[in-house]
């Protein structure tokens, strides 16, 4: 197993590859995996110093969490290479491809790892945040049924997509949510796994927790954060609650009766019971294992 498949993803902190003072607290925060970002949350002119402090950092392994994923400039811009070129000898955990248009974004920068033999456990991820993603979807999660492709994750870029589309961002999100929505239903096509985008208002820890929890009710497996404080709401509102582990463990014991094997379907506490309700809760208390 890689060290992405079977992972909690409840809590994944952005640290601008430019704070060495963030990326010094990395492995000692309690987040799931760190994105360590030389794109967006480094001013143009500190690109040079970002590359060196992710270089340094790398090289002291006890500083480094255990996922560890970097944030890459679009293979577009005049960055990109050098900074994929970077990324990929550092052999993190995953590399994240921003501004994704196409599936040929992805299978091009697969194409470059794999010519410089990358080993397979870098893995790719891909932020949805441009109209054109959200268009091609589809095809661009259908990549996670290839290995090859490398492709683990989709990571919602709410701030891009708002900018891009010209939607109004309100507190409920509402404008957002078909395409956050979408963004999940693409992950689940694709067996991928889906992390929501950041909240900005990082000090209204009542508000995040809310949307943390809708994020959590959408499917989403966890959600991308910019601050320590956003870590232990995320970890809380996606493991999966005591109630659900209840419910989950009462329908594995109630199949595993002797009466009940080999039915289908069965009855508990007035409620109809499946197998495939069976499946869905060996996945839960598999997750709240992990969690
Ligand atoms: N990762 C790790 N540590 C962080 C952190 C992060 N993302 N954000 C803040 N911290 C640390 C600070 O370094 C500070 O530690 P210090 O006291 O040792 O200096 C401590 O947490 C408290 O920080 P605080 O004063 O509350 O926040 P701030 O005003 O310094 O920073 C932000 C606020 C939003 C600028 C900062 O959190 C940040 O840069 N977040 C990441 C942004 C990002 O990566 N965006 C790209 C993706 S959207
Ligand atoms: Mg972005």
Redesign the pocket.
């Known amino acids: 197993m890689s060290m992405t498949a079977g992972r909690p993803f409840r809590s994944v902190?952005?640290?601008?590859a430019s704070?060495t003072?963030?990326l010094a607290?990395?492995a000692t925060?309690g987040c799931d995996a760190v994105i360590v970002?030389l794109e967006?949350?480094v001013a143009p002119g500190d690109k040079d110093l970002a590359r060196r402090n992710l270089k340094d950092w790398f090289s002291a392994r006890d500083a480094k969490p255990a996922v560890t994923i970097i944030r890459i400039n679009a293979l577009s811009t005049e960055l990109g290479a050098d900074d994929l070129s970077l990324a990929r000898s550092l052999e993190p955990e995953g590399i994240l491809l921003p501004k994704v248009d196409t599936p040929r974004d992805i299978l091009e920068a697969g194409d470059a790892l794999d010519e410089e033999a990358t080993p397979e456990t870098t893995k790719l991820w891909a932020m949805v945040e441009t109209p054109k993603a959200m268009l091609n979807l589809g095809a661009i999660a259908e990549l996670g049924r290839d290995p090859a492709s490398r492709l683990a994750g989709l990571v919602a870029g709410t701030?891009d997509l708002a900018k891009d589309t010209g939607v109004l961002v309100t507190p409920d999100r509402r404008y957002l949510l078909p395409w956050l929505m979408q963004i999940v239903l693409a992950a689940r096509a694709g067996g991928l796994v889906a992390l929501d985008g950041?909240m900005n208002e990082?000090r209204d820890l009542d508000a995040f927790g809310r949307e943390c929890t809708e994020a959590a009710a959408m499917g989403f497996d966890g959600k991308?954060?910019?601050?320590?404080?956003q870590i232990e709401p995320a970890n809380k509102a996606f493991s999966p609650s005591d109630a659900a582990v209840a419910e989950a463990q009462a329908i594995v014991e109630t199949f595993a009766l002797p009466e009940n094997a080999g039915k289908g379907v069965i009855s508990l506490d007035g409620r109809m019971v499946e197998r495939l309700h069976l499946a869905q809760a060996e996945r839960l208390l598999a997750r709240a294992g992990r969690a």
Do not use: E, G, S
């Open positions: 902190l952005y640290m601008p704070n003072r963030a607290k990395a925060l970002d967006d949350a701030n950041v990082f991308t954060l910019i601050h320590p404080a």
